[in-house]
């Protein structure tokens, strides 16, 4: 499968300040990722699909000034929080999809972002 | 998309196996099944997929009835190793750029 990483794996920030996230898909080039965000004990959120050289697509609710993400190229996808807040807490988990027929996701191993 | 039910948690003893089901009554004609694994602060890791039928690779089987409204992920002789979250999930995987939505997940727990 895709070999995804991710970086940092954890950041602690103080409020008001920006933090970018780095998703890379090592071995398959991606047009398409997708970030999740999780909070401790639950399952993951789908936060927004990015595509590779256009808008990324946000789910509802997810705020997306707050939540910038550049997919620059077919193998880099950043997800930058401004501004954060202590509620922006949380476990940040991209993902890579194979395409079609019978896609398959590959994940980061995740970036645990603590604001303080 | 189809949402998926599955139990909350299972607990289990080393050695044996381990079945979780999930139902997914309004899967649609392209849906594919995926289970996917999780230990706490990682991401989830593939398991298994399928369509119909039954699936088996190295770690799991998935066993889907002709109806598909429901499927059984099998874990044969599980190890303290095997204690994760486990997902099932539903989407349309024949054209790319579809995103999974996540159910609450199992929690599988192996004790010695």
């Known amino acids: 499968g895709a070999v995804v990483s991710q970086h940092p794996s954890w950041v602690i920030c103080k409020s008001g300040t920006s933090v970018k996230i780095e998703c890379r898909s090592l071995?398959?080039?991606?047009?398409?990722m997708f970030w999740y965000r999780q909070f401790p004990k639950q399952s993951l959120m789908l936060m927004a699909t990015?595509?590779?050289?256009?808008?990324?697509?946000?789910e509802q609710g997810v705020e997306k000034d707050k939540f910038l993400i550049n997919h620059a190229s077919l193998t880099l996808s950043t997800l930058t929080v401004t501004s954060a807040h202590p509620e922006d807490s949380s476990f940040y988990i991209c993902?890579?999809?194979?395409?079609?027929?019978?896609?398959?996701?590959?994940f980061g191993s995740g970036t645990q972002l603590s604001v303080l | 998309l189809a949402k998926t039910t599955q139990p909350i948690s299972m607990d289990s003893y080393e050695g044996q196996e381990v079945n979780i089901t999930c139902s997914h009554n309004?899967?649609?004609?392209?849906?594919?099944i995926t289970w996917y694994q999780q230990f706490p602060s990682q991401g989830p890791r593939f398991i298994i997929q399928?369509?119909?039928t039954k699936v088996t690779n190295e770690v799991a089987s998935l066993f889907i009835p002709a109806d598909r409204k429901s499927s059984t992920l099998s874990l044969p002789r599980v190890s303290l190793s095997d204690t994760a979250v486990y997902y099932c999930?539903?989407?349309?995987?024949?054209?790319?750029?579809?995103?999974?939505?996540f159910g609450k997940g199992t929690t599988l727990s192996v004790s010695s």
């Open positions: 993902s890579v999809g194979t395409g079609p027929p019978g896609e398959k996701l590959f």
């Open positions: 999930l539903v989407g349309d995987s024949s054209r790319a750029g579809t995103a999974l939505i």
């Open positions: 990015s595509n590779e050289g256009s808008k990324a697509t946000y």
């Open positions: 071995d398959f080039q991606a047009t398409t």
């Open positions: 309004n899967i649609a004609t392209n849906d594919y």
């Open positions: 399928g369509y119909k």
